[in-house]
């Protein structure tokens, strides 16, 4: 028999990544910044 | 990358960890440049090279999936672990390669640079999709997820390969063929790996040159492992990771910002997509402690 997913196990799989590559643009923009340079146009330049 | 991704879900779907994606990356490309080189001499009919091309696909899942079978072999045989023998035969890989279009390799065509002679069918009608800067690699790439979906979600052979994984005394004792099937699973993971260099090497090179990969074989476990082996996952995260490399070639070329960046956020990437496992396995335990406590249905 099939197991059946709950709503709460679906996002929890679905968003964690999602996430976790948010959380990692976010601390890429701040090694930007930390490293004076203009982080819009850097963002822009990787096409994100 | 979606290939080498591929190459390494396969693999752990059956339970076996293959790192090796870069060196069979290696030797798809050599047999598709091989079949690109000396084919149209052996009297092979060159239709907008289309014949060629559907040789050197076939030529270079072959070479990469044999490639693969040898760890898979080393395992199966010998109880060899399958990390160290992948990572290994990388090496060997790639310097089978350097080897080969060498000085002294079987294939150097003598300019003075490391490097075999130039492909003598132009794939820019056969690889190129019609007004458009995009190969056939995206077409096949789609393709090879929807196999590996209906593989392993739809197929005998593929639920047999995922209960191996699982639990491999479980599927012995259920009579499923554990030997077999993950010398299969490395065969097909080192065939997508071997894909995934034929499509830089005759979309993006003439010749076969040394270290034609740029880690395509590594970035294809972040990959994997981001999409979570699922493969609209791993589509999506492809998309991510492409999007990121070719943005830090741009960054790179306008020496504005160091391009290295770029592999700081895919780093950050694959610490933080292990770390949210972690999350859901807090989540799971949580559930089942909250079941274990709650009353029983009558």
């Given at each position: 028999?099939?197991?059946?997913?709950?709503?709460?196990d679906?996002?929890?799989?679905?968003?964690?990544?999602?996430?976790?590559?948010?959380?990692?643009?976010?601390l890429?923009?701040?090694?930007?910044?930390?490293?004076?340079?203009?982080?819009?146009l850097?963002?822009?330049?990787?096409?994100? | 990358?979606?290939?080498?991704?591929?190459?390494?879900?396969?693999?752990?779907?059956?339970?076996l960890?293959?790192?090796?994606?870069?060196?069979?990356?290696?030797?798809?490309?050599?047999?598709?440049?091989?079949?690109?080189?000396?084919?149209?001499?052996?009297?092979?009919?060159?239709?907008?090279?289309?014949v060629?091309?559907?040789?050197a696909?076939?030529?270079?899942?072959i070479?990469?999936?044999?490639?693969?079978?040898?760890?898979?072999?080393?395992?199966?045989?010998?109880?060899?672990?399958?990390?160290?023998?992948?990572?290994?035969?990388?090496?060997?890989?790639?310097?089978?390669?350097?080897?080969?279009?060498?000085?002294?390799g079987?294939?150097y065509?003598?300019?003075?640079?490391?490097?075999?002679?130039?492909?003598?069918?132009?794939?820019?009608?056969?690889?190129?999709i019609?007004?458009?800067?995009?190969?056939?690699?995206?077409?096949?790439a789609?393709?090879?997820?929807?196999?590996?979906?209906?593989?392993?979600?739809?197929?005998?052979?593929?639920?047999?390969?995922?209960?191996?994984?699982?639990?491999?005394?479980?599927?012995?004792?259920?009579?499923i063929?554990?030997?077999?099937?993950?010398?299969?699973?490395?065969?097909?993971?080192?065939?997508?790996?071997?894909?995934?260099?034929?499509?830089?090497?005759?979309?993006?090179?003439?010749?076969?040159?040394?270290?034609?990969?740029?880690?395509?074989?590594?970035?294809?476990?972040?990959?994997?492992?981001?999409?979570?082996?699922?493969?609209?996952?791993?589509?999506?995260?492809?998309?991510?990771?492409?999007?990121l490399?070719?943005g830090?070639?741009?960054?790179?070329?306008?020496?504005?910002?160091?391009?290295y960046i770029?592999?700081?956020?895919?780093?950050?990437?694959?610490?933080?997509?292990?770390?949210?496992v972690f999350?859901?396995?807090?989540?799971?335990?949580?559930?089942?402690?909250?079941?274990?406590?709650a009353?029983?249905?009558?």
């Amino acid at each position: 028999m099939k197991k059946k997913l709950s709503t709460g196990d679906v996002l929890i799989k679905v968003l964690t990544p999602i996430v976790a590559v948010g959380v990692a643009l976010i601390l890429g923009m701040i090694l930007i910044a930390l490293l004076g340079k203009d982080v819009g146009l850097a963002m822009g330049e990787l096409h994100l | 990358m979606t290939f080498t991704a591929l190459a390494f879900a396969i693999a752990s779907r059956c339970g076996l960890v293959n790192i090796g994606a870069e060196g069979q990356f290696y030797l798809g490309g050599i047999a598709a440049g091989l079949v690109a080189i000396y084919a149209p001499g052996l009297g092979i009919p060159v239709i907008g090279g289309a014949v060629v091309l559907v040789l050197a696909i076939i030529a270079g899942f072959i070479a990469g999936g044999l490639w693969g079978l040898i760890a898979g072999w080393l395992k199966v045989s010998f109880g060899a672990n399958e990390v160290i023998t992948t990572v290994m035969l990388n090496y060997i890989a790639s310097f089978l390669n350097k080897y080969l279009i060498g000085y002294d390799g079987p294939f150097y065509d003598g300019s003075g640079n490391p490097q075999s002679e130039a492909f003598k069918v132009s794939f820019e009608r056969g690889f190129f999709i019609q007004n458009s800067d995009m190969t056939i690699t995206i077409v096949l790439a789609i393709l090879a997820l929807v196999f590996y979906f209906i593989f392993f979600f739809k197929m005998k052979k593929g639920y047999e390969m995922r209960v191996v994984g699982l639990n491999s005394t479980a599927a012995e004792y259920a009579g499923i063929k554990v030997k077999s099937n993950a010398l299969l699973a490395m065969f097909m993971a080192g065939g997508f790996g071997g894909l995934a260099g034929v499509s830089e090497l005759l979309s993006a090179q003439s010749r076969i040159l040394p270290d034609f990969s740029s880690g395509y074989g590594f970035d294809g476990v972040a990959v994997a492992l981001l999409g979570q082996l699922h493969p609209l996952g791993m589509g999506l995260s492809a998309i991510l990771f492409a999007v990121l490399k070719s943005g830090g070639l741009a960054m790179g070329n306008k020496g504005t910002i160091s391009p290295y960046i770029v592999n700081a956020i895919q780093a950050f990437v694959i610490i933080l997509v292990v770390a949210s496992v972690f999350v859901q396995d807090e989540y799971n335990r949580r559930k089942l402690i909250r079941q274990a406590k709650a009353p029983k249905e009558e």
